[in-house]
């Protein structure tokens, strides 16, 4: 059974470092191929050429980086993956699932450095065209757990340590309250398989699967 979908979609899925994402991305994507729907992953800072190579600058440049540029750059990367991957995949019908995305600027950037995250909005918005997920998973667990889970090594950020992981929470907390419809929180203490399941009843009853 083929479901004539003439859009596509675009989910995105959200949390600290640690909270289990990347695993429920590919899940997703595995299922909504299962039930006929043509779907692709992208991950940010990341996900084409230019991308990675900012990625790779953002991640694990040795020198101190400005606050700001670090914002800047997170979202140069997100302006490259919007224009060239995003964007065209949607127009062509493809559902689109980003590990990370707008979002995560505003949490790490905002809440975790303390940049303005009104100002960063306005650059997020310049740097997407607007486009905004038509749903957004907030993967959400206790600092402490999520840093049990983290691997050893650590990139730039994930070493900035637990008050500024705090900070991302609370930054991401903030908008599931002031986005509800968008932006919906999920108990990410569960298992795996239950964390899914959450997600999918969420899918089935926003999109009609
Ligand atoms: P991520 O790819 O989720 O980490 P991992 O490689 O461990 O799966 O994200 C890399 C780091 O970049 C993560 O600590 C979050 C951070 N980040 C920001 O600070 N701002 C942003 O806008 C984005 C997209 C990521």
Same mark, same amino acid.
């Given at each position: 059974m083929t479901k004539s979908i003439s859009n596509g979609k675009f989910i995105t899925l959200e949390g600290v470092d640690g909270c289990g994402k990347s695993t429920q991305a590919d899940k997703l994507v595995e299922k909504l191929f299962? @039930?006929?729907? =043509?779907?692709? @992953?992208v991950r940010e800072p990341g996900g084409d050429h230019i991308s990675e190579s900012i990625r790779k600058l953002l991640l694990h440049a040795e020198e101190s980086m400005s606050d700001r540029a670090e914002a800047l750059l997170m979202i140069a990367s997100r302006a490259q993956l919007t224009d060239k991957v995003i964007l065209p995949h949607i127009i062509n019908g493809k559902w689109v699932v980003a590990d990370r995305y707008a979002d995560s600027t505003l949490a790490y950037q905002g809440g975790g450095r303390g940049l303005s995250v009104n100002a960063l909005e306005e650059i997020n918005n310049f740097g997407t065209y607007t486009l905004k997920p038509d749903i957004t998973f907030f993967i959400d667990i206790p600092v402490e757990k999520a840093n049990e889970r983290m =691997?050893? =090594?650590?990139?730039?950020i994930e070493r900035e340590g637990a008050n500024f992981q705090q900070r991302v929470r609370d930054q991401y907390l903030a908008m599931n309250t002031k986005e509800p419809e968008r932006v919906i929180l999920i108990n990410g203490e569960q298992s795996i398989d239950k964390v899914f399941e959450d997600i999918w009843s969420i899918m089935k009853e926003k999109f009609s699967l």
């Open positions: 299962e @039930t006929d729907i =043509s779907a692709v @992953t =691997s050893v =090594s650590r990139d730039r």
